[in-house]
């Protein structure tokens, strides 16, 4: 049986979840869990990176029309841009280097302020924007697929 197809803010939303707990599980580890930090802090950045291009390449091109809020919508670009420079340097760190947990931990800030943003001003005027967002979810999916069949 195929599953229902999802709408495309709450496929976003389900992402943020994902990623939430993420920081959280790192934040649990203890400084001599090094593997399972680099494990979980790969994890993080694999998923903030598909999630980043689904949103560049799919969702924002497609709401940002609708959404009438260029401000908000180059705003989030922007916090992707540099969401994506701190996923660089945690990905080519190992857990006992210099500033490793603290990379992690802002990338962990800004991504909750970004989430927030989105979940509060941008997905409600999505919604209000007349979206088709269970075809807009189907595109979505669609790509990420090809980007990472790994992280559905």
């Known amino acids: 049986m195929k599953a229902q197809p999802k709408d495309a803010i709450a496929m976003l939303e389900a992402d943020h979840a994902k990623v939430k707990s993420l920081f959280e599980q790192f934040e649990g580890l203890s400084d001599r869990s090094k593997a399972s930090k680099k494990k979980v802090a790969d994890q993080i950045c694999l998923e903030l990176s598909v999630h980043a291009e689904v949103e560049e390449q799919v969702f924002y091109p497609a709401v940002r029309g609708p959404v009438k809020d260029d401000d908000l919508m ?56 007349k979206v088709d967002l269970v075809a807009l979810g189907a595109e979505m999916e669609a790509f990420k697929a090809k980007l990472a069949p790994a992280a559905k």
Request: glycine share 4%; no cysteine; aromatic share 4%.
């Open 74 to 129: 180059d705003e989030a670009v922007v916090e992707h841009a540099s969401a994506k420079e701190l996923i660089a340097q945690i990905m080519e760190m190992d857990p006992g280097e210099d500033l490793y947990d603290a990379k992690v931990k802002v990338l962990s800030e800004q991504i909750e302020h970004h989430v927030k943003e989105e979940e509060e001003e941008m997905f409600p005027k999505v919604r209000k924007g």
